[in-house]
């Protein structure tokens, strides 16, 4: 499932092929995805100027011209493939079509920027641009883990008190939107935190190492889904997917990374999801 590095590489992916320019064709080859699509909605996308590509959360939205927002979710399995020429980072010929492109939006650049979800739980809307943030599945979101309302008095603020455990404290989307199980195991690790200790039994001075560790971690990735996006060797256009190394997330067995551990990264589950950690130094 993509996580917030992901859709944030799949948005700067998006960029050179989609910002400040007309969506010349919107087709959509299905009534939906995990909801219907909005009426019309490929009408009300042609002919439209992207003004600009924000994320929020794990959401792209794309602002039209037209006083109406794109909003897009990738969902479990959603790939975004850009195809065309003259776009500066990408130049691959139009792929043959395949069987999961759902919604194809040809460019007036010549690209072509193609959604395809096999598993079907994405997510396209259209909403009145002023009204974006209060869609329903961005209204309840907490502040953004790399933006400025996001810091070390609000996160103590939110544990204080808490008695679940500190990884599903993270997961929580009201409390810091974005973060996913994979990301929230490596902020865990780096912060020598255990994922079961309860987030209100956690010191407010360990708490507020959380912060610049989330933001660490997430930009670390970030960068390594830029550098994917720089790589020639990417071939196929296909947006988000990379390539990265992890200190504990799908690394049960192997020896911890933190210099001086010698401990080894476990996995359990909780709230039926696997946690990786080191129970040497992770406490
Ligand atoms: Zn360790």
Redesign the pocket.
């Known amino acids: 499932m993509p996580e917030l590095p992901e859709v944030e590489t799949v948005r700067r992916g998006l960029l050179p092929a989609m910002e400040n320019t007309v969506i010349a064709e919107a087709r959509v080859n299905r009534e939906g995805l995990r909801w219907p699509f909005p009426p019309g909605m490929a009408e009300r996308l042609t002919g439209k100027r992207v003004l600009g590509l924000r994320r929020r959360s794990k959401y792209i939205l794309a602002d039209l011209d037209s006083g109406e927002t794109l909003l897009i979710h990738l969902g479990m399995s959603g790939r975004m493939r850009v195809s065309g020429e003259g776009l500066g980072l990408f130049h691959h010929a139009h792929p043959a079509p395949e069987k999961h492109d759902h919604v194809v939006l040809e460019m007036a650049s010549g690209a072509r920027v193609t959604f395809n979800d096999a598993r079907r739980f994405g997510v396209m809307d259209l909403v009145a641009t002023g009204e974006a943030e209060a869609h329903r599945l961005l209204a309840e979101l907490g502040p953004e883990p790399l933006g400025n309302s996001f810091n070390e008095d609000h996160l103590v603020a939110a544990f204080r008190g808490r008695n679940t455990p500190v990884k599903a404290a993270l997961l929580d989307q009201r409390i810091v939107a974005g973060l996913g199980n994979i990301y929230v195991c490596e902020v865990l690790h780096r912060t020598g935190i255990s994922p079961v200790r309860k987030a209100g039994k956690i010191g407010a001075a360990r708490v507020a190492r959380l912060v610049p560790a989330i933001r660490e971690v997430l930009g670390e990735a970030i960068e390594a889904g830029g550098s994917s996006l720089r790589d020639h060797r990417q071939a196929s256009g296909e947006l988000g997917y990379f390539q990265h190394r992890f200190a504990a997330y799908d690394r049960e067995g192997h020896p911890?990374s933190?210099p001086g551990?010698g401990?080894t990264i476990r996995r359990i589950v909780q709230s039926g999801r696997s946690s990786f950690y080191?129970g040497?130094?992770?406490r």
């Open positions: 911890c933190t551990c401990g080191c040497t130094c992770q």
